[in-house]
Every structure is written in C-alpha cells, then in structure tokens.
C-alpha cells in the first residue's frame, strides 16, 4: 500500500526547497513515504517529518530534514525550530521547521552540507568547480 501524500504540491516554502536543491548537480526529486525526497544516488533532504510525543504523532509538514554534519548537529538542536526527526535522527538527520521568517541562506547551507556528505567525490567537484 503507498503511503498517502503528506505535502501540498502548491506549498511556497516547498517551492523554495525544491529550487535550491534541483540546483545542485545531478540532483533530483522523488517522492519518499508520502514526502518529497532530494536525491542523487542517495537521499540528502526530504521536505516535511515527524516526532513521536507522548505516543503520538506530530507531524512538521513545512519542514527539511538534512544530514547535519556531526559538529553542528547539536547546536541545530538546540534551536526551538529544530527537531529530532523520527526514525532518521538516530542516523545523523536534523529536522528544521520553515516559516517567514526562514533565514534561506542557512537553509541553502545546510542543504550543500547534506549534499556534500551524500553526493559523492565528482558531484562535489562539480559543485565546487560551479562554484569557483
């Protein structure tokens, strides 16, 4: 059974995800157990996630999970608008709620971050020689 879509395709702050991270190289998107997923030949965000609270579910829908690099992960959940997404945080992964008030320059950065740890050696050459 698919798992129900859990994004509205229309969503603006979805929109600005998905231009910042369709701009990496070879990057692409599928949808991923109801959510957006961006890929290369792994997963280095998805748009939306979970917490499990006092045995229920609590859904972030305008949110990214990233693979946070390991010495910045705690200071990101620390922050009110960070979170330990479900079934991925253990592995490294770092929930970030998105709003107005989104500083989409670090989101931009942390989505290189998780690009980075994801991609492989001649996609972030590529990146980094578009870059130069």
Do not use: N
């Not at 996630?49 to 990233?66: A, C, F, R, T, Y």
């Not at 931009?108 to 972030?124: F, I, K, M, Q």
């Amino acid at each position: 059974m698919a798992h129900p879509l859990m994004f509205d395709d229309a969503d603006p702050l979805l929109a600005r995800v998905r231009a910042i991270a369709l701009d990496l190289p070879d990057a692409a998107e599928k949808i991923s157990h109801g959510h957006p997923a961006f890929y290369t030949t792994k997963v280095f965000a998805y748009y939306g996630g979970s917490v499990k609270v006092d045995g229920d579910w609590e859904q972030h829908e305008q949110s990214i999970l990233v693979l946070a690099d390991p010495g910045d992960r705690d200071a990101l959940l620390a922050e009110k608008r960070c979170y330990l997404p479900a079934y991925l945080g253990p592995a490294g992964w770092v929930g970030i709620d998105l709003d107005d008030s989104t500083d989409w320059d670090e989101i931009e950065e942390l989505l290189d971050a998780s690009y980075r740890r994801t991609a492989g050696v001649r996609r972030v050459a590529a990146l980094d020689a578009r870059r130069a």
